[in-house]
């Protein structure tokens, strides 16, 4: 079973920039769609964006749309979340996971998931 870690989040004043991290314990990771969500608590847990294996399309949610970067290096099994102009309504704890096939905005959808890392935003 493909084992996920997230790490990179933190506190961050408005308008500041983050980059998240998911690395992986596959060998072949540009098989695998990855994921990025987040959660509020006592909220559902919320779809950010998703990258795909070898040809690396990108999905993101319209609430990121144009501050949000994901990116992939299949060589490190790392896939990389760069969050700019950041907002104190980004606050959440962020999770990335994995899946085969497409894109999809469900997180029912994907099988493995990483611990998550907490993101602040400050006003």
């Known amino acids: 079973q493909v084992q996920l870690l997230d790490s990179g989040g933190g506190l961050v004043q408005a308008g500041g920039s983050l980059r998240l991290s998911c690395s992986a314990s596959?060998?072949?990771?540009?098989?695998?769609?990855l994921g990025w969500f987040r959660q509020v608590l006592g909220q559902e847990r919320e779809f950010v964006g998703a990258?795909?294996?070898?040809?690396?399309?990108?999905s993101y949610a319209d609430s990121v749309k144009g501050r949000f970067t994901i990116s992939r290096d299949n060589a490190k099994n790392t896939v990389y979340l760069q969050m700019n102009s950041l907002k104190p309504e980004d606050t959440a704890v962020y999770y990335c996971?994995?899946?085969?096939?497409?894109?999809?905005?469900?997180?029912?959808?994907?099988?493995?998931w990483g611990q998550g890392t907490q993101v602040t935003v400050s006003s």
């Open positions: 596959a060998r072949t990771l540009g098989v695998y769609v």
């Open positions: 996971a994995l899946k085969l096939g497409g894109i999809s905005t469900r997180d029912y959808e994907y099988d493995n």
């Open positions: 990258i795909t294996g070898a040809a690396g399309r990108t």
